[in-house]
């Protein structure tokens, strides 16, 4: 069994717990504007602050000029990922035009081709760290980290055995060069905000 097998098995023996904390956390009195995610069975909890949210729109509607308004593209999106209890809720996600949600209503992380996670202060360790590393066990084509604290993207390719291959490192303000992955784009970031 490969450490991919290993994961995956391990994802989908954790989904019914997942699905009962999520049910949790959908009855808890969470303030508007705030998004819950899991992360290695931890709850993290984060509001959702104007920089952040505009800079998904951002590369929201940079996909959807790319792909059209028809796009599999989702935000804040439960998808569970290889790994201990990892329900994420990615900033955005980016699926094969062939993806359907499995018999449960969940999306696969199998058919997931793009990621973007704007980094939050209080849980930018996740999105560098543990969510990374799921990403790249999942076998995620292209994983951008817009960090408007550091003024910087960090686009991760080329997964192979749990890792990322690949990392190029962009400053605000130059553009992002995707042409040749899945996402063929080529991403402006001149107006992201920062921190």
Same mark, same amino acid.
């Given at each position: 069994?490969?450490?991919?097998?290993?994961?995956?098995?391990?994802?989908?023996?954790?989904? &019914?717990?997942?699905?009962?904390?999520?049910?949790?956390?959908?009855?808890?009195?969470?303030?508007? &504007?705030?998004?819950?995610?899991?992360?290695?069975?931890?709850?993290?909890?984060?509001?959702?602050?104007?920089?952040?949210?505009?800079?998904?729109?951002?590369? #929201?509607?940079?996909?959807?000029?790319? +792909?059209?308004? $028809?796009? #599999?593209?989702?935000?804040?999106?439960?998808? $569970?990922?290889?790994?201990?209890?990892?329900? +994420?809720?990615?900033?955005?996600?980016? #699926?094969?035009?062939?993806?359907?949600?499995?018999?449960?209503?969940?999306?696969?992380?199998?058919?997931?081709? +793009?990621?973007?996670?704007?980094?939050?202060?209080?849980?930018?360790?996740?999105?560098?760290?543990? !969510?990374?590393?799921?990403? *790249?066990?999942?076998?995620?084509?292209?994983?951008?980290? *817009?960090?408007?604290?550091?003024?910087?993207?960090?686009?991760?390719?080329?997964? !192979?055995?749990?890792?990322?291959?690949?990392?190029?490192?962009?400053? +605000?303000?130059?553009?992002?060069? #995707?042409?040749?992955?899945?996402?063929?784009?080529?991403? !402006?970031?001149?107006?992201?905000?920062?921190?």
């Amino acid at each position: 069994m490969t450490v991919l097998d290993d994961r995956t098995a391990m994802a989908e023996s954790d989904t &019914g717990r997942l699905d009962e904390w999520f049910e949790l956390l959908e009855r808890m009195p969470v303030p508007e &504007g705030f998004r819950a995610e899991i992360v290695g069975g931890c709850f993290y909890m984060v509001p959702q602050r104007n920089t952040h949210w505009q800079i998904i729109r951002r590369v #929201l509607r940079a996909l959807e000029d790319r +792909f059209g308004r $028809d796009v #599999l593209v989702f935000s804040d999106v439960r998808i $569970d990922f290889p790994g201990k209890q990892n329900g +994420f809720c990615p900033d955005i996600a980016m #699926l094969k035009d062939s993806a359907e949600p499995d018999e449960t209503g969940h999306w696969r992380h199998q058919d997931v081709e +793009f990621i973007a996670e704007v980094i939050s202060e209080g849980t930018a360790a996740n999105d560098y760290g543990p !969510k990374r590393t799921a990403y *790249a066990v999942a076998e995620v084509p292209v994983y951008l980290i *817009a960090d408007p604290y550091q003024g910087r993207c960090h686009v991760h390719t080329d997964p !192979k055995e749990g890792d990322y291959t690949t990392v190029t490192n962009v400053a +605000f303000g130059t553009n992002v060069n #995707l042409t040749g992955t899945v996402v063929d784009l080529v991403l !402006k970031t001149g107006d992201f905000p920062r921190d």
